[in-house]
């Protein structure tokens, strides 16, 4: 399994108005058409401004296929289009994960 690691870096005092949001609209939009959730955290200390995301993916492929399934959905693109009007997103960092050979398995 691939481990998508997502950071998001907030403008102060936007990042509970954007997790109200994302919690209760776009997590359910991304879990119908992303699989694998590996979880949601907001950061305790250094950059207490940020959130990453981790996503499991088959493949690189099976990610690009999600993804675009998802971009299509008009309730994700109403959603995703509310998000960048809040201007609470100053940067987006997306890493793609492959384990090692001694990492336990995942899912």
Do not use: C
Request: hydrophobic share 35%; glycine share 10%; no cysteine.
């Amino acid at each position: 399994m691939l481990v998508e690691h997502r950071t998001y870096t907030f403008r102060p005092g936007t990042l509970q108005p954007w997790l109200r949001k994302y919690e209760g609209e776009g997590l359910p939009i991304q879990k119908r058409h992303l699989g694998t959730f590996l979880g949601l955290f907001t950061t305790e200390f250094g950059n207490i401004h940020q959130v990453v995301i981790l996503w499991g993916w088959d493949s690189l492929d099976d990610r690009d296929r999600r993804r675009s399934a998802m971009n299509a959905d008009p309730e994700w693109q109403a959603y995703i289009g509310a998000i960048w009007e809040m201007g609470a997103i100053e940067t987006q960092e997306v890493k793609i994960l492959r384990p090692t050979a001694s990492s336990p398995p995942l899912g």
